[in-house]
């Protein structure tokens, strides 16, 4: 599997960014997934979770009312709209399948400026 994401960028606290993940191969429909983030200095979490049917959702405290997660399995792509952003947001996103991990891709940065 190859996730490959994009979406990230330059945005001002406040401000708002959508970002995509898309895998490749046919089993995506199949699989739950997860947005995860890395900040500078800081280990890699979790921040949301979807079921592979989408029906249902978790996020950490730290991202709840300002985060959505979402997926589309017919594009084998899953997304992250995020609102509110703020500084502490600032870290390169990653995707991947929570409980059989893929390799990680680049992942996409996302800086919040204040």
């Known amino acids: 599997v190859q996730l490959v994401e994009s979406g990230g960028g330059l945005v001002q606290a406040g401000g708002s960014l959508r970002l995509s993940c898309v895998a490749s191969?046919?089993?995506?429909?199949?699989?739950?997934m997860a947005w995860y983030r890395q900040a500078p200095g800081k280990q890699r979490e979790l921040v949301a979770r979807?079921?592979?049917?989408?029906?249902?959702?978790l996020y950490v405290d730290a991202v709840k009312g300002r985060f959505t997660i979402s997926r589309d399995n017919a594009k084998n792509t899953m997304y992250l709209l995020m609102d509110s952003l703020k500084p502490e947001d600032t870290a390169v996103y990653y995707c991947?399948?929570?409980?059989?991990?893929?390799?990680w891709g680049q992942g996409t940065q996302v800086t919040v400026s204040s």
């Open positions: 979807i079921s592979s049917g989408g029906g249902n959702t």
């Open positions: 191969g046919s089993k995506f429909r199949f699989n739950a």
């Open positions: 991947n399948r929570p409980y059989t991990p893929a390799d």
